[in-house]
């Protein structure tokens, strides 16, 4: 099924041969396929929750289990998710230093590593934590290899937006191994990924324009202005600040999640206007500044998520 998703392609477009791949490099090339700086998203946004699901700090064991087991999951779904793209990495600025285009890994091992990981994932968290959580996790993986990537990305420009369910999964991984179940805290918190993956995505896209471009990817950007994306950013954003407020008295959290949901969504908001209004006067290239949202982004997940964490201890 992998075979047929894009036409086969051979390795080593940059130049490197099975004698120029040293094992270190070799090492450092299939963990690059697990895309690390992604998968630290993903565990920022799966830990807090087993405190807030524990109500205090959890099996540390357990945290550990879901952590390896969660990288391997994640790990899977990039590997194979390069192995599919790996036709138009190799047309894209960004990824084209990626293990399969410069033939560090070849498609071969690329398929048969993402494969191993995602049977090793499954029955790791299924052993070691719960069957709940380890069906979550493959969910997650089968969702983004067949959904998002081989049925969404090249075919509409709302690609990361159902495609982006697969990166609020770990939520739901995070409640089910330490209760066994999930429960609407945790919905809301898979909603509030849930619309922050759109604008966090877009205005990356928006700086990378001509890559999808070239690529032939529908990204928003590609098909549509930058103000018709400024504004899609708005909505979400307001929608996604809404949401994260749901928590409080779902959760019965303290005072702390609240006051800090509505501070870093205010900053969110300021940043998201200030580019629509950028976007709205015309304003293009480097002076539209879309990754300072970007990297707010990201900052604004990772400091609710530690709130999440904190709350529970003063209650």
């Known amino acids: 099924m992998f075979v047929t998703a894009v036409e086969s392609r051979p390795a080593g477009v940059a130049g490197t041969t099975p004698a120029h791949r040293p094992f270190g490099a070799r090492v450092g090339a ?28 959890p099996d540390l064991l357990g945290v550990l289990y879901v952590v390896v087991g969660g990288y391997m999951s994640a790990g899977g779904a990039n590997a194979l998710n390069m192995y599919i793209d790996r036709d138009i990495d190799a047309m894209m600025t960004r990824t084209e230093r990626r293990p399969l285009v410069t033939g560090m890994v070849s498609p071969r091992e ?10 090793g994932s499954t029955l790791w968290l299924g052993l070691l934590v719960n069957w709940l959580s380890s069906g979550l996790a493959l969910a997650a993986l089968l969702f983004y290899v067949f959904v998002y990537t081989l049925g969404l990305k090249r075919r509409t420009a709302q690609n990361i937006v159902w495609g982006g369910i697969a990166g609020c999964m770990p939520v739901f991984v995070g409640w089910a191994a330490v209760t066994d179940s999930v429960s609407w805290s945790a919905l809301v918190l898979f909603l509030v990924i849930f619309f922050w993956t759109p604008p966090h995505t877009w205005v990356l896209s ?11 990817v529908p990204m928003l950007p590609v098909v549509k202005g930058n103000l018709v994306v ?16 749901a928590l409080w008295p ?5 005072w702390l999640y609240p006051v800090s949901a509505v ?9 998201a206007h200030a580019l629509h209004a950028r976007a709205k006067a015309g304003v293009v290239g480097a002076k539209l500044k879309e990754m300072r949202l970007f990297h707010w982004s990201i900052t604004y997940l990772t400091l609710l998520f530690v709130v ?7 209650r």
């Open 206 to 216: 928006m700086k990378v324009r001509e890559d999808y471009a070239r690529a032939n």
């Open 250 to 254: 779902l959760a019965h959290t303290s």
């Open 263 to 271: 501070v870093l969504g205010a900053f969110w908001l300021k940043e």
């Open 110 to 119: 690329a398929l048969v590593f993402g494969i191993a990981l995602a049977v």
């Open 230 to 245: 400024a504004r899609q950013i708005i909505a979400y954003s307001w929608v996604m600040v809404a949401v994260s407020l």
């Open 30 to 57: 299939f963990v690059a396929l697990t895309k690390p700086r992604i998968i630290e998203l993903l565990l920022i946004t799966t830990v807090p929750v087993m405190f807030l699901a524990q109500r205090g700090v």
């Open 308 to 314: 999440v964490a904190v709350d529970p201890f003063l």
